[in-house]
C-alpha cells in the first residue's frame, strides 16, 4: 500500500521521460483494473506543509475522465487544470507556468478525450450563452480537420470529430509553447517536456499523438 507522498527530492530525481513513463504505465494499470492501493488519508496528512507534483495535465471537464485515476496517480502527484475542450488561455497558461517554473513538475500533458462534446458543438458551430465565445478556442482545430477529412464537416461525421479532437490536442500544445516563452526555454532546455493524448470512453486508454 502507498502511503508516502513525492517530496522535493523525489521530484528533483525524475526527468521529464521519468514522469510520462509513469503515467503511462499508471493508465495501464487503470485499463488493467489493477490500481495501486492507496492510504488517501496518510497521503494528506504527509502533503499539508507542501506538495511536489510531478506533471500538470491539462483535460477537459467531461466527468467520464477522472483524470487521476486514469492515470492512477494520488494526492499530491499530479497538477490537473480543466476545461471543456481542453484548450489554454492565459489563466490556464499561468497555472501551467506556476506548476512547472514555481512548483517543479517536469511534464505538460494534454488530455483530449473521444467523442468530445465541446469539440462537438464547435463542429456544429453552437452559439449558446458564454459557451459561444469558449468553442471559439477550438474552431482552429475544426478548420483544420475540414482540410483533412472527407465528409461533412460536422458531428454526424464520427471521423471528422476524432481528427479535431487529435488537432485540438496538437494546436493547443503549440500555442502553449507559442504563448508561454517562460515555458517554452523550459521545454527548449530539456526541463520540461511536453505531450498530448486522447483518452478513449470505450477502453479507458490514453494514447499518444
Same mark, same amino acid.
Given at each position: 500500500m502507498r502511503n508516502k507522498a513525492i517530496n522535493k527530492l523525489a521530484q528533483e530525481a525524475l526527468t521529464p521521460d521519468d514522469v510520462l513513463q509513469d503515467l503511462l504505465q499508471g493508465n495501464e494499470r487503470f485499463v488493467n483494473n489493477k490500481l495501486a492501493e492507496v492510504a488517501h488519508l496518510e497521503l494528506v496528512k504527509?502533503?499539508?506543509?507542501?506538495?511536489?507534483?510531478?506533471?500538470? #495535465?491539462?483535460?477537459? #471537464?467531461?466527468?467520464?475522465?477522472?483524470? $487521476?485515476?486514469?492515470? =492512477?496517480q494520488a494526492i499530491g502527484d499530479i497538477f490537473v487544470a480543466r476545461v471543456a475542450g481542453n484548450f489554454e488561455n492565459t489563466d490556464i497558461? /499561468?497555472? #501551467?507556468?506556476?506548476?512547472?517554473?514555481?512548483?517543479? &513538475?517536469?511534464?505538460?500533458?494534454?488530455? /483530449?478525450? $473521444?467523442?468530445?462534446?465541446?469539440?462537438?458543438?464547435?463542429c456544429d /458551430?453552437?452559439?449558446?450563452? @458564454?459557451?459561444? &465565445?469558449?468553442?471559439? @478556442?477550438?474552431?482552429?482545430?475544426?478548420?483544420?480537420?475540414?482540410?483533412?477529412?472527407?465528409?461533412e464537416a460536422n458531428s454526424?461525421?464520427? $471521423?471528422?470529430?476524432?481528427?479535431t479532437v487529435e488537432n485540438?490536442?496538437?494546436?493547443?500544445?503549440?500555442?502553449?509553447? $507559442?504563448?508561454?516563452?517562460?515555458?517554452?526555454?523550459?521545454?527548449?532546455? =530539456?526541463?520540461?517536456k511536453i505531450v498530448g493524448g486522447v483518452y478513449s470512453l470505450s477502453s479507458g486508454k490514453v494514447n499518444l499523438v
Open positions: 504527509e502533503t499539508i506543509t507542501g506538495q511536489y507534483p510531478k506533471a500538470v #495535465i491539462l483535460s477537459c #471537464i467531461d466527468s467520464r475522465v477522472p483524470v $487521476e485515476q486514469v492515470f =492512477d497558461l /499561468g497555472s #501551467i507556468e506556476y506548476a512547472c517554473a514555481v512548483a517543479g &513538475s517536469k511534464l505538460i500533458f494534454v488530455l /483530449g478525450h $473521444e467523442s468530445c462534446g465541446a469539440v462537438k458543438a464547435a /458551430g453552437v452559439e449558446l450563452g @458564454n459557451i459561444t &465565445s469558449m468553442l471559439a @478556442n477550438i474552431i482552429p482545430a475544426v478548420k483544420k480537420s475540414s482540410t483533412e477529412v472527407e465528409g454526424s461525421n464520427k $471521423e471528422f470529430v476524432a481528427k485540438n490536442v496538437l494546436l493547443t500544445m503549440q500555442r502553449i509553447q $507559442e504563448r508561454s516563452n517562460l515555458l517554452s526555454e523550459m521545454i527548449d532546455g =530539456d526541463e520540461v
